[in-house]
């Protein structure tokens, strides 16, 4: 299968070598659609074209065999693009253990992290390596989970939220929408719309634009 990725940026270069690890299972990066950057992007010894801007991307998968990923971490630039665009228009990939159910629209969890049961996971969840997440979690729409997170049990993220690296979520916890939260963090008590929170334990630090 044709991949084309959504941003080109560091997050867009990672996810691009994952998945070029997997070129003897029939996947293959074929290039980057990024509305800001123009030249050709080496990874490796590789080089990968621009295929285009980010709207570009609609026309490259009604004409050829070409499904997409969003790579870009921004959770408000991820909602802004990702609403107009059609969720057939995407693939998913998911490469780590444990017991989940996920939407067939742009999930993508990279390899080394842990599912025990019952996670559900929304259409455009990112999850990076090394997190964990133990049973009865959802995850919504466009959300990005950094590295080394651990999400304990019965937790609901909103949509489009933001998980900071190393980051845990205490049990029977509720996160909204929009809602970033800031490395190492450690959440003990729900979390409205619209905050950045950090700290151990999180608080408020300011209001989070959705624009």
Excluded at 75 to 101: A, E, H, M, P
Aim: hydrophobic share 40%; with cysteine; proline share 3%.
């Amino acid at each position: 299968m044709n991949i084309g990725l959504l941003g080109a940026g560091n997050l867009a270069k990672e996810v691009c070598t994952f998945l070029e690890n997997l070129s003897l299972y029939g996947i293959h990066v074929k290039g980057f659609f990024d509305d800001n950057i123009l030249e050709d992007i080496k990874i490796g010894n590789n080089f990968y074209p621009i295929l285009g801007k980010i709207k570009d991307s609609i026309g490259f998968c009604k004409n050829e065999e070409l499904k997409l990923i969003c790579s870009i971490g921004d959770t408000i630039i991820r909602r802004k693009i990702l609403k107009d665009i059609d969720y057939s228009y995407f693939t998913s990939y998911v490469f780590s253990s444990g017991s989940l159910n996920y939407s067939p629209s742009g999930v993508f969890v990279m390899s080394g992290s842990n599912f025990t049961y019952n996670i559900l996971l929304d259409r455009h969840v990112l999850i990076y390596s090394g997190c964990t997440l133990t049973h009865n979690n959802r995850i919504e729409e466009g959300t990005v989970i950094c590295p080394g997170v651990t999400i304990c049990g019965e937790v609901i993220i909103g949509e489009y939220s933001f998980i900071g690296a190393g980051s845990v979520i205490l049990p029977n916890i509720k996160i909204g929408n929009n809602v970033l939260i800031g490395a190492g963090s450690v959440v003990t008590k729900n979390i409205p719309d619209n905050q950045i929170v950090m700290g151990n334990p999180a608080k408020f630090y300011k209001w989070r634009s959705e624009n």
